[in-house]
């Protein structure tokens, strides 16, 4: 069964770590794909932009116009994402538990079960 796994990023958390533990986050995402490539249950990843750099599109009557800027304010928001292909939700935790952001105090990572993708890699 394929999960998307979400990460939530928190600048506040993040700018709390000391460097080396900022690094210690960003170096363990490169050993978890290794690790998950190996497993066979790496479907894809993708690291989203900040909610900073994001616009909203509304159709009223007919017209559409964009806003520059987060749809909401935030604090915590989805930073990226993997697929993974695994056999049951135990494995999708035990997968999502291996993602560095989950040891750190203050993050956590969302485990969702894809319903349906027509995307041939998700």
């Keep these: 069964m394929k999960y998307l796994i979400m990460m ?3 600048a506040a958390v993040m700018d709390a770590l000391s ?3 900022r690094n210690a986050v960003f170096q363990g995402h490169g050993e978890f794909m290794t690790k998950i490539k190996e497993s ?3 479907v894809g990843t993708v690291a989203l932009g900040g909610p900073e750099e994001s616009s909203v599109v509304r159709v009223r009557g007919g017209v559409p116009a964009v806003t520059d800027g987060p749809y909401a304010e935030f604090k915590e928001f989805v930073g990226g994402y993997y697929v993974i292909d695994v056999k049951d939700r135990d494995r999708a ?3 999502a538990a291996m993602i560095p ?3 750190v105090e203050g993050l956590g990572i ?3 079960p894809i319903v349906f993708s027509d995307d041939a890699s998700a």
């Design 40 to 42: 066979g249950e790496f």
């Design 110 to 112: 969302e485990v969702r």
């Design 8 to 10: 939530y990023p928190n």
């Design 101 to 103: 952001d989950a040891a």
């Design 93 to 95: 935790h035990e997968v």
């Design 19 to 21: 460097e080396e533990d």
